[in-house]
RNA sequence: GUCGGGGUGGCGAAAUUGGCAGACGCGCUGGCUUGAGGUGCCAGUUCCCUUUAAAAAGGAUUGGAGGUUCAAAUCCUCUCCCCGACACCA
């Protein structure tokens, strides 16, 4: 009789049904020819951080989609103009090693992917919308405008080539990415890994230091703190002094920064790092010239892993030479510092060459055991040991004109002072470092760059873009590999793509063989989204301003550091192109968490614990699966996958659905039935409303309202759980009337057949059907085939519930209010109150006073009562 | 070590201008349905103790200890533990 929830039965039928009437056809087309927003539709933007195309989807891809879809349908039926586009992050290390492993070129490996994943987005039923313009990374219409933005770069002198300590491969000859380092040694070929200077192209990305901070408003837009904060700590701004030092019998003068001007006194020695260019000159004809250099040859041969260990062991040489210490001698009496080599001292960080001092434990322990003689300037009334004064808390002594004075009180004093003695310079450290942004490597985009004997480097004419990239590369690693001395770069390997004039003088000259880091693909992909195609520039500005900025942007927190700050910088680097005019791309960001296999580790094939979405699909069909990703949990958390609670999930839809099915034989029933009250019929409003059970009307009219708040704040486990109720209730208020007529009735075959009688009945005692359909519409961005299913067949409507109007809530007012009475906070009897006796504390106290439970407790002792209106009643008794 | 986020039933979790802790789901228990298994349906389910034949009533409870308040998962102080990021940061 009632049809069996069977998704598999139509979900493809609708899908395939949607295509043809255009139901998430892209706006993009449309809005060119001004339709639709010049409708005057207000936009919304939804992205997703752009998939790599790795293959195959996995679990992680649905849940990262499916909750902004939900958001997407939401906000459409809320009368947005909806862009929810996808692409495809299509370069990359992972090509090239699929490439070799499979014999398979990485241009084909890559599109022979995108063709595939794009047939299994397909089957997530969401409202992606771009699928006739979909933006492929690896493609020239794209990667040519990732050329035009280098060469922005470099005309604002943003990009420069540079050597830079990078990990490096010893036994591969070549430069890896931090990706590629698995617990300090090579992916490929299991060497340690050690650091070494490569000369590559950088990004200014330090201009931008101060800009990329987030300030105390979270820059006008809504990010999560774990971002902000991260981003922060990383680009690491930090104020101190810069302090110059003259080297003894040396024409040599360095700096070295300190952001905690007040122990500058108490400063004994100076500690150079190992790799710091100025070390040869140092040591250079002291007695300890040949022990240094042994010293800095081990230090530099140190792998990654080496040093992560030895984190603890502080060792070096003296160099033989000595700094005028500039705090003595404005003190008058002179004194000298001794330069010692060490490990501790990070190339990166600072100058390099720090100033060290009896108040940090690092110069501390290195003290002690070389035996340097220290000095002390913190006095503490505190237990705490001065090596300890990392709070800048304490008297000072031994400090000249400071002495006697507390820390916290003089540092802009002391800072004062330094500048005005011309001892050092007020000065800003950051940790942020510029952005190595080539690689030797084949599958990216190559820098638009021109090597010319005669003219230096050379930029590729604008009019020459794209560069493009050839087919016919040796891209394997061989003898010798990538990045070498010896080596080239595999584009390099192209003899005739390499060899070009010189754009300049004509002469012959070379193409650059490197390629652009992914991240740089990703930086702005989200402005080519709204004109893929565009060939004039990066983007269509005018399509740009109706449509950005991006108004929710989902993705990984694995992108904290990389990534969005990257995009961040681009977004401010186009706006001081003129080509946008703000510098947030992101109104608001959301970080998703991780769905964990069953066993509660990460997926992974070897574990053999992948869920694959095709298999659950096939089981339980597709909205099911994008119930369960939104119920299992909230979005931000990670998680393990369960199957029971799927099926759950899966039990709800299937009520859902047998509460319609009913719907369906009682509307028919009506309909053959004239003089019935027909609820479908709209000449007679009344008796919609006459036969609704009150209660569930207004529990419909609260969960509408709930499920409205939850998806605007993304939390779609508590959106689903208030329709969970609702059903619950719904079946409750059908359920109670069939049990009533179960009694009634005789035989057991008597019961079979009064059941689907007594059932349309009482459902047309429950909602009308005006009210069923708002249910269903509040359903539909969760389960978007189902509620289309029953939509147009129970309810016989002709277009499509994605595109109906998402349902208000009535303002209902429950007649009675269960108010808790406590006596002295906990919680005696609960009162049934009229809602107009409400504002009335005394009625609303004279009433609990009658309650037999509270006057228990009340023991007939003077009280007094607080009284929250409509909330609660508190009795205290002294 | 520094920074950030957390700690609530057997499990995933709800609840924040301070106002009935544990919604919803899983699991479990009992029952109905079924030849059996699953599915489906109905009832129960924070814990422990006390009183009771039972129904029921009372007590405790949001990592721990204090505090503010008529009232605290929520605010304050101290403390323990877990997760994440960065990490020899001068």
Redesign the pocket.
């Known amino acids: 009789m009632i049809a069996k929830y069977q998704p598999q039965e139509f979900e493809g039928k609708w899908r395939e049904k949607w295509k043809e009437e255009g139901l998430y056809g892209t706006p993009l087309r449309s809005l060119n020819q001004r339709a639709t927003l010049g409708a005057g539709k207000k936009k919304f933007y939804t992205l997703v951080e752009l998939p790599y195309t790795s293959g195959d989807l996995h679990v992680g891809h649905w849940f990262s989609f499916t909750i902004p879809d939900i958001l997407s349908r939401f906000k459409r039926m809320n009368g947005f103009n909806v862009f929810y586009p996808i692409g495809y992050d299509a370069f990359g290390l992972p090509a090239e090693n699929a490439a070799i492993k499979h014999k398979i070129h990485p241009k084909d490996w890559t599109l022979k992917n995108v063709e595939n994943m794009t047939k299994q987005f397909q089957t997530m039923g969401t409202m992606l919308n771009n699928w006739d313009d979909v933006v492929i990374t690896c493609l020239p219409e794209y990667y040519r405008w990732n050329q035009w933005i280098f060469l922005k770069f470099w005309e604002k002198g943003l990009a420069y080539r540079g050597k830079a300590l990078s990990n490096w491969c010893p036994s591969c000859q070549t430069v890896l990415a931090n990706e590629n380092i698995e617990n300090g040694k090579c992916w490929r070929c299991g060497n340690p890994v050690i650091q070494k200077q490569v000369e590559q192209w950088f990004l200014k990305i330090t201009d931008y230091a101060d800009r990329l901070l987030w300030n105390n408003h979270s820059n006008g837009v809504d990010w999560p ?2 971002v902000r ?2 981003q ?3 680009i ?1 701004k ?1 104020e ?1 002094v810069l302090i110059k030092h003259k080297v003894r019998d040396l024409d040599l003068v360095f700096e ?5 001007p007040a ?1 500058l006194w108490a400063d004994t020695f100076i ?1 150079i ?1 190992p790799e710091h260019p100025l070390v040869e000159r140092l040591v250079q004809g002291t007695k300890y010239e040949k022990e240094s250099e042994i010293f800095v040859k081990r230090m530099k041969g140190k792998t990654q892993e080496e ?2 260990k ?5 060792e070096g040489v003296f160099t033989g030479r000595y700094a005028k210490d500039p705090f003595a001698y404005a003190q008058g009496k002179p004194a000298d510092m001794p330069i010692w080599i ?16 009896a108040h ?4 501390y322990a290195f003290a002690q055991k070389y035996k340097i003689e220290l000095k002390e300037v913190v006095e503490r009334s505190d237990k705490k040991t001065p090596v300890n004064a ?1 709070d800048n808390k304490g008297i000072l002594k031994n400090s000249g004109l400071f002495t006697g004075k507390k820390i916290e009180e003089s540092l802009a004093e002391i800072v004062g002072w330094i500048v005005k003695q011309k001892i050092g310079k007020k000065h800003f ?1 950051y ?1 942020l470092r510029d952005w190595s942004v080539s690689r030797q490597r084949y599958w990216g985009t190559p820098v638009p760059m021109i090597n010319c004997s005669n003219c230096g480097t050379v930029p590729v004419p604008e009019k020459d873009l794209p560069v493009g990239l050839p087919y016919e590369v040796d891209f394997t690693p061989k003898g010798k590999p990538f990045g070498s001395a010896q080596g080239k770069p595999p584009l390099a390997s192209n003899e005739k793509w390499l060899n070009v004039k010189c754009p300049k003088c004509g002469k012959n000259a070379k193409r650059d063989a490197e390629t652009l880091d992914t991240f740089f693909d990703s930086a702005w992909y989200w402005f080519r989204y709204v004109s893929p195609h565009y060939d004039k520039a990066p983007f269509d500005k005018k399509m740009v301003k109706d449509l950005t900025p991006v108004d929710v942007y989902f993705g990984g ?2 992108h ?2 990389g990534h969005t700050m990257y995009a961040r910088f681009f977004t401010k680097f186009f706006h001081d192109l003129g080509l946008v005019d703000y510098e947030e791309f992101a109104l608001k960001r959301i970080q998703h968490g991780v769905v964990l296999g069953p066993d509660g580790n990460r997926m992974s094939k070897s574990k053999g614990n992948v869920i694959n979405p095709d298999e659950v699909v096939k089981e339980y069909g597709t909205d099911t699966v994008r119930m369960y990703l939104c ?4 979005y931000e ?4 996958w ?1 199957d ?2 799927i ?6 839809l ?2 859902v659905w ?1 509460i319609y099915q009913n719907f369906q034989f009682s509307i028919l029933n009506f309909q053959s039935n004239p003089n019935s009250q027909n609820p479908n019929d709209k000449s007679n409003p009344k008796s919609k409303i006459q036969n609704q059970d009150k209660t569930l009307v207004a529990k419909l009219n609260k969960t509408i309202q709930k499920v409205t708040s ?1 998806i605007e704040k993304i ?1 779609m ?2 959106a ?6 609702m ?2 209730d719904w ?2 208020v059908v ?1 109670s009337q069939f ?1 009533i007529s179960k009694f009634q009735s005789n035989p ?1 075959s008597q019961i079979q057949n009064k059941k689907n009688n007594e059932t349309m009945k009482q459902l047309n005692n429950s909602l009308s059907v005006e009210n069923a359909k708002k249910f269903l519409q509040i359903l539909a961005p969760f389960a978007p085939h189902m509620t289309e299913e029953i939509w147009r067949n129970v309810f016989g409507e002709k277009e499509s519930i994605h595109l109906s109007s998402w349902p208000k809530a009535m303002e209902t007012v429950a007649e009675t209010i ?3 009475v ?1 006596v ?5 009897d ?1 009162l049934i109150v009229n809602s107009e006796l409400l504002i009335d504390e005394k009625k609303v106290t004279d009433l609990a006073l009658k309650s037999e ?1 509270v006057k ?2 009340l023991a007939k002792k003077k009280y ?1 009562a ?1 009284y ?1 209106q409509g ?2 009643l ?1 009795l ?1 008794v002294q």
């Open positions: 703190v774990s904060v991260g922060n700590n990383w690491g930090k101190g070295s920064f300190s952001a905690f122990w500690v790092a040093r992560l030895e984190i603890d062991t502080k060490s490990n501790f001292a990070l190339m990166d960080f600072g100058s390099g060459i720090i100033r060290c001092s940090d434990p690092r110069d990392h450290n940790h927190s694995e904290t550091l119920f299992m949990m909230p958390a990670t998680g393990p369960s029971k609670t099926a759950g999930v899966h039990r709800f299937n009520r047998k939850d939390k486990n508590t689903i759980a208030a329709m969970m109720e059903i619950n079946e409750t359920n049990l057991k269960t108010i808790p406590q002295n906070g906990k919680v005696r609960l439970k228990k407790y007094r607080i929250v909330k609660i508190n205290v």
